[in-house]
């Protein structure tokens, strides 16, 4: 199925396939942070990663979120719909962590009142720079109406996953989305996995992502490993 490579980003691989419309994402164990500043190699990332992937994307397409997922080809590779990308990082935050707590000068763990949206220009040589509405429309990176619908989809997948992770006592601290057009309509597309997200457990807050990579926490795969069972498991 798999033809020439398309582009290689920092945890992911896109190939062409025999379908123009389609392209195959494969999920590599490379890890990066602080903008490429810091690498390395989690043991089997790429595998949890494409796993717990697939499980929200088909959690949120149940939930009426539109998705570039098709299917999961073997365990580390999935088909899904070849989108033009937005260049904007659209972030949801519930709790302060990360650049907003350094930002703002808040504590990591403040809950906040009510889901913070923000926006990031995509481009790895600027640093991918927090932005608002008047930069977005300078850049011509959106209109104004599909801000409002990034805006308005975001908060709906932050409902959906912060309610539906709480019933397995994890914590969506904060997580970031990618989209893009398929013709005249929006997907959302990219991953969502603990590269992209913020978890943290329920009862003692203790770090199930790739902070646990960032400030070298140790124990970094057996985080991923825990998200993935933790998603999996009956009921």
């Known amino acids: 199925m798999t033809q020439k490579l398309l582009y290689e980003g920092k945890a992911k691989k896109i190939f062409e396939t025999e379908n123009p419309s389609e392209v195959l994402v494969y999920f590599k164990d490379d890890a990066t942070a602080f903008n490429g500043a810091k690498?390395?190699?989690?043991?089997?990332?790429?595998?949890?990663?494409?796993?717990?992937?697939?499980?929200?994307?088909?959690?949120?397409?149940?939930?009426?979120?539109?998705?570039?997922?098709?299917?999961?080809?073997d365990e580390r590779s999935m088909l899904v719909k070849r989108l033009t990308i937005i260049p904007l990082e659209v972030v949801l935050r519930n709790i302060s962590a990360g650049s907003l707590a350094k930002r703002l000068g808040w504590p990591e763990g403040k809950v906040l009142e009510s889901p913070v949206v923000e926006f990031y220009y995509k481009d790895d040589s600027l640093g991918d720079p927090l932005i608002n509405d008047y930069h977005i429309a300078a850049l011509r990176a959106a209109t104004p109406s599909e801000v409002d619908?990034?805006?308005?989809?975001?908060?709906?997948?932050?409902?959906?996953?912060?309610?539906?992770?709480?019933?397995?006592?994890?914590?969506?601290?904060?997580?970031?989305?990618?989209?893009?057009?398929?013709?005249?309509?929006?997907?959302?597309?990219?991953?969502?996995?603990?590269?992209?997200?913020?978890?943290?457990?329920?009862?003692?807050?203790?770090?199930?992502?790739?902070?646990?990579?960032?400030?070298?926490?140790?124990?970094?795969?057996?985080?991923?490993?825990?998200?993935?069972?933790?998603?999996?498991?009956?009921?």
């Open 39 to 73: 690498k390395g190699q989690i043991h089997s990332k790429g595998l949890l990663n494409c796993a717990i992937s697939t499980h929200f994307f088909q959690l949120l397409e149940e939930n009426g979120i539109k998705t570039h997922f098709i299917k999961t080809i």
């Open 149 to 235: 619908e990034l805006a308005k989809t975001g908060l709906k997948i932050n409902a959906i996953l912060k309610d539906y992770l709480l019933t397995r006592k994890v914590k969506l601290v904060d997580f970031k989305l990618e989209f893009g057009r398929d013709g005249t309509e929006i997907l959302l597309g990219d991953e969502i996995s603990p590269d992209t997200c913020r978890f943290w457990d329920a009862d003692t807050d203790q770090k199930l992502d790739k902070d646990r990579f960032r400030q070298d926490l140790g124990q970094v795969e057996e985080a991923y490993q825990e998200i993935y069972n933790r998603l999996t498991r009956k009921n």
